[in-house]
Nanobody, 119 residues
């Protein structure tokens, strides 16, 4: 089994910054893609940013230029630096990983961390 544990959410004022972290542990041979998704109240879960093992990244248009995704392969950890936060960034942020383990490639999700942007 694989566990993803997120941290770093909280309450921040508009224009502020937060850094999310997500550490993967368990039965892991390697991790292909790691990413962040978010779900706001009443809305569907959406991709925020993803980074693959080679370092290529992809961002939602709404966060380009404000958010930066990075990963530490040695620690099986992915980060999301969020700057210039807006109220519309308020959501539960979920970590995702595509993990190669003895069962093959499988998708795993964290439990989510709440980010609230409000004055």
């Amino acid at each position: 089994q694989v566990q993803l544990v997120e941290s770093g959410g909280g309450l921040v004022q508009p224009g502020g910054s937060l850094r999310l972290s997500c550490a993967a542990s368990g039965s892991i041979f390697s991790i292909n893609a790691m990413g962040w998704y978010r779900q706001a109240p009443g809305k569907q879960r959406e991709l925020v940013a993803v980074i693959i093992s080679g370092g290529s990244t992809n961002y939602a248009d709404s966060v380009k230029g404000r958010f930066t995704i990075s990963r530490d392969n040695a620690k099986n950890t992915v980060y999301l630096q969020m700057n210039s936060l807006k109220p519309e960034d308020t959501a539960v942020y979920y970590c995702h990983a595509e993990v190669l383990n003895p069962e093959g490639y499988m998708d795993y999700w964290g439990k989510g961390t709440l980010v609230t942007v409000s004055s």
